[in-house]
């Protein structure tokens, strides 16, 4: 069975800078396009930012400048690195995969974005 492990989460300071990374394992990670997907308190689940095998990269608007997604295939890792954080940031961040039409989501991790 897929897994996907999200670590890195927590409290920041607005301004401040968060990375979290996610493993994978039991997934042929190099085929596999990767993503984090945020949800908001109260709010559905969006897209953060996506990154295919290829290495094409989308993110939200909301994220664009601020965050960057990378993937390191020799690890089966999906790192978010997260700067200039701003309340609206607040959110659990769920690792997303997508392989030959199937989807796998981690348990996610909490960010608060909180002076």
């Known amino acids: 069975q897929v897994q996907l492990v999200e670590s890195g989460g927590g409290l920041v300071q607005p301004g401040g800078s968060l990375r979290l990374s996610c493993a994978a394992s039991?997934?042929?990670?190099?085929?596999?396009?990767m993503g984090w997907y945020r949800q908001p308190p109260g709010k559905q689940r969006e897209l953060v930012a996506t990154l295919t095998s290829t290495g094409t990269t989308n993110y939200a608007d909301s994220v664009k400048g601020r965050f960057t997604i990378s993937r390191d295939n020799a690890k089966s890792t999906v790192d978010l690195q997260m700067n200039i954080v701003n309340p609206e940031d607040t959110a659990i961040y769920y690792c997303?995969?997508?392989?030959?039409?199937?989807?796998?989501w981690g348990q996610g991790t909490q960010v608060t974005v909180s002076s």
């Open positions: 039991r997934i042929t990670f190099r085929f596999a396009t």
């Open positions: 997303n995969a997508r392989i030959f039409a199937a989807e796998y």
